[in-house]
């Protein structure tokens, strides 16, 4: 069988605890599903800014595309860089040199102790967040005039185009339909924003009609916000713009027991994908050995469904809900063991 050869960016902060964990793990699960995998890891992010200048080189996106199956990314950012500099060039870079438009951000209820909700078991809240990956806020067009000064301008322009609006609509409707979800929610702010607003409704009635078989509704991001916590069993697909998507899928994270368990797919389903937890560096927790690993372990299981190795992912999400469910956790989900530990159990639990 072919080898799937996987760039491993590791990341920084606890993200260079977590990645071990998660890398092992998803060899332990390809391995025993017969997938070959192969590892070759790149060193970008806030060190390599710090000692050459550039959080990852120039071509490095053409690295990725000529020679890999897929990229297994961890969280950047360092406090000794201020600013989003090393954020811009690794993470927003990856994401808009291999145009991952839809990121996918899944958020499932594994255990009822993990939830804030009352009278919510396993499986009871289970939605996925589809955020638009490549415009927006994000593209960072803007600029300062008179700075430094009491008169100070800043402006950080918003982009949505038609093509990017309407393929993260379809992907989420296609997503819909391959993972037998009943509904897609479109989450915009058309009451108040004429332009954004105006071509996400637009663009949403256009591609709703070519999927009759599934349920649509396109609502107002800051209802959606409200009533994914008081009826999450409402929602299926939530499809919206990249800055509204980056909140409300750490918002919906902590119905779930927060980041230490959001996986997401930077995806694009022409080229090379692109797989990274939601949560970030943890500088409040990093060196201690205590972050939750179970975020990066389940991306590492959306990684394998997404190469066609849906067995290992499954296995992987098995091994976790069973570590939750025998109280093998970190201490963000109230429990003792040390990121190590933690993904010794699931790894245990794999066999
Ligand atoms: P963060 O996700 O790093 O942390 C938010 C809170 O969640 C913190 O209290 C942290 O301790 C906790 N947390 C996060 N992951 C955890 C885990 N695996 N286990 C246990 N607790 C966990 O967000 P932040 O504080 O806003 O950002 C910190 C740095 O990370 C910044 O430099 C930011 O730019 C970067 N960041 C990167 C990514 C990414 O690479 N995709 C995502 C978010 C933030
Ligand atoms: C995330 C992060 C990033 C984003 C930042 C660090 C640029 O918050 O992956 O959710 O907003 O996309
Ligand atoms: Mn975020």
Request: hydrophobic share 40%; net charge negative; proline share 3%.
């Amino acid at each position: 069988m072919k080898v799937a050869r996987i760039a491993v960016v590791r990341g920084d902060g606890i993200a260079n605890e977590v990645m071990p964990e998660a890398e092992e793990t998803l060899k332990a699960a390809a391995e025993a599903a017969s997938f070959p995998v192969d590892f070759e890891y790149f060193d970008w992010g806030s060190d390599r800014y710090l000692e050459q200048g550039r959080g990852m080189p120039e071509d490095g996106c053409d690295t990725l595309r000529a020679g890999f199956e897929a990229v297994f990314q961890g969280a950047i950012g360092d406090p000794r860089v201020p600013g989003s500099i090393v954020q811009e060039e690794v993470i927003l870079g990856v994401r808009f040199g291999l145009d991952l438009y839809a990121n996918i951000r899944p958020c499932r209820l594994y255990h009822e102790d993990l939830t804030p909700l009352k009278n919510k078991g396993a499986g009871e809240v289970d939605h996925v967040v589809v955020r638009e990956n490549t415009e927006g806020l994000f593209v960072n067009v803007g600029g300062f005039f008179k700075q430094g000064t009491k008169d100070e301008v800043a402006l950080q322009e918003e982009v949505h185009t038609y093509k990017g609006v309407e393929r993260v609509i379809r992907a989420s409707f296609d997503f819909a339909r391959r993972h037998k979800r009943q509904k897609v929610t479109m989450a915009d702010k058309a009451s108040g924003l004429r332009y954004a607003g105006g071509i996400w409704r637009r663009v949403f009635d256009e591609v709703r009609a070519d999927f009759e078989d599934i349920e649509s509704e396109a609502k107002h991001i800051d209802a959606v916000a409200m009533e994914v916590i008081q009826h999450p069993g409402e929602f299926d697909v939530i499809v919206t713009n990249n800055m509204f998507g980056d909140i409300l899928s750490d918002v919906t994270s902590g119905l779930v027991g927060g980041l230490g368990l959001a996986p997401s797919a930077n995806v694009n389903l022409e080229g090379v994908s692109m797989f990274e937890p939601v949560h970030g560096t943890a500088p409040d927790i990093y060196g201690r050995g205590i972050a939750n690993p179970m975020a990066a372990i389940l991306t590492g299981a959306l990684l394998l469904d997404h190469l066609g190795c849906g067995e290992g992912g499954a296995a992987i999400r098995r091994a976790v809900e069973e570590a939750i469910a025998h109280g093998e956790r970190t201490a963000d989900l109230g429990g003792k063991l040390t990121t190590k530990e933690c993904g010794d159990a699931v790894r245990n639990r794999l066999k």
